[in-house]
């Protein structure tokens, strides 16, 4: 096996790794530091919440600005250029709540802010559940998964939700909806859950892990 230490100190024998060299946008030769356009380090074009680059006739979309390099947002950033410059119906694409997933195995899907994220913004309530889905204890498989709620104390406001395990993205993908329309714990509480399924561990979720 490999040896891979980490930046914390941490040490782990793994079988492969994968070294993930990012992207860059690709804005090299296009000539835009003549117009004045102001460019970040990486190449991307620096914009503000409506998209707008300091020329006010030039904007930019998608990866090129390296704000969420994602097709749904890169769609949705579109969609806000066309309402706001040929509609006249100002609107900002909404980069706080973004639904992320990464299809390894585990599956890994997230939204809404991490518990560091919560803690570093005040108190904050963790609940959280390892288990086995039931597919696995038929198969005789081990394999666990993990779910985390992030909630603020007093409105009980679900601030994230954090999956790994089968269909971690599907399932995130319509916790997003719930989250983004201000959904609390306690409307997950007194969601009926459907059984057997892995996602009824969102809405059984009772004990405070904080």
């Keep these: 096996g490999l040896r891979v ?38 190449g991307a074009v620096a914009v503000d919440a409506w998209s707008q680059s300091g020329v006010p006739s030039i904007f930019a979309v998608g990866d090129v600005t390296h704000r969420a390099a994602l097709t749904p947002v890169a769609i ?11 509609k006249a119906q100002p609107v900002r694409p ?5 639904p992320t997933a990464v299809f390894t195995r585990p599956e890994l899907a997230t939204v809404g802010m991490t518990e560091a994220e919560a803690r570093a913004a005040g108190e904050v309530e963790i609940y959280r559940t390892r288990f086995r889905p039931m597919a696995n204890i038929l198969a005789g498989r081990r394999e666990k ?11 009980r406001r679900v601030l994230g939700c954090h999956i790994v395990g089968p269909s971690a993205a599907e399932m995130v993908q319509l916790a997003a909806v719930a989250i983004r329309m201000g ?21 059984t979720m009772r004990s405070d892990a904080a």
């Design 76 to 86: 949705r950033e579109g969609e806000a250029f066309a309402r706001t410059v040929f």
């Design 183 to 203: 959904a609390t714990k306690d409307d997950f509480d007194s969601t009926m859950a459907v059984h057997p399924t892995a996602a009824e561990e969102l809405v």
């Design 5 to 42: 230490e980490l930046d914390n100190g941490e040490a782990h024998v793994v079988d492969a790794v994968l070294f993930a060299t990012g992207r860059r946008p690709n804005t090299a030769g296009l000539g835009l530091e003549r117009l004045g356009v102001e460019l970040k380090a990486n």
């Design 145 to 155: 998964m993990l779910m985390k709620l992030v909630v603020e104390p007093g409105s």
């Design 94 to 98: 909404d980069h706080l709540m973004i």
